[in-house]
């Protein structure tokens, strides 16, 4: 490797390194304080990178937010990964599965509440600072997808009889997925309107599940 081969994959590899150790920092200032309260020179003396060196890398405070943001997706994907593999789950019936597998809504509303704030903040965000679509592909991308392995527990089931057929279990899906996603975000946010009681929000989640599998039983 000649001198300016490896200054180059040197140069490379300190970028990555310094991104990376900002987005981690950031990560944590956004989970602590949220999106707006925190400044770019709140992550540079966080994270030991120079403020004019995070510009440099990110541009704008709202892409270097949607760096964060499509990281801490990653990071919660890692929580659930090689559960869904496991024997213990795979050996279940096909309706089971999909009942275990829509409760991860709440698991992500009782051990990820600043989170599940974090991302209804981030949708605000998304709309007030006009982010174009195209540079949410990432982040699109990394938010967690439980599709694919629900679809394998609706085939499994209609295989063994645990489930009815549906004329578009995606759709169904989606349906479910967006409701309980929205529930878990409006819970966190608190109570606003004096009707608001959040004190039975797990049975509420709980609920719109069992209603769900009871309209996929056979």
């Not at 009942?99 to 965000?125: G, K, P, T």
């Not at 997808?145 to 629900?150: E, I, R, S």
Request: glycine share 6%; with cysteine.
């Amino acid at each position: 490797m000649d001198n300016e081969t490896y200054n180059d994959f040197s140069q490379k590899h300190l970028k990555t390194q310094r991104t990376n150790q900002a987005v981690a920092a950031a990560a944590e200032l956004f989970l602590k304080h949220g999106i707006e309260e925190v400044k770019m020179t709140d992550i540079a003396d966080a994270s030991g990178v120079g403020v004019a060196t995070l510009y440099r890398y990110f541009g704008t405070k709202p892409r270097m937010t949607t760096a964060v943001m499509t990281y801490l997706w990653n990071e919660i994907t890692k929580l659930f990964s090689g559960v869904f593999e496991s024997p213990e789950f795979t050996s279940q019936s096909g309706i089971k599965q999909l009942s275990d597998l829509m409760r991860m809504f709440i698991v992500l509303y009782q051990a990820h509440a600043d989170f599940m704030r974090l991302v209804d903040e981030f949708d605000s965000f998304i709309i007030r600072e006009g982010i174009p679509k195209e540079e949410l592909t990432e982040y699109d991308r990394s938010i967690i997808n439980f599709y694919p392995v629900l679809e394998n527990a609706y085939l499994k089931g209609i295989e063994d009889g645990t489930v009815r057929k549906l004329d578009n279990f995606k759709l169904f899906y989606l349906s479910h997925a967006h409701a309980l996603l929205e529930m878990c975000k409006k819970f966190v946010g608190g109570e606003i309107l004096p009707s608001d009681d959040f004190s039975h929000a797990e049975d509420e989640l709980q609920n719109l599940i069992d209603t769900a599998v009871a309209y996929l039983k056979t």
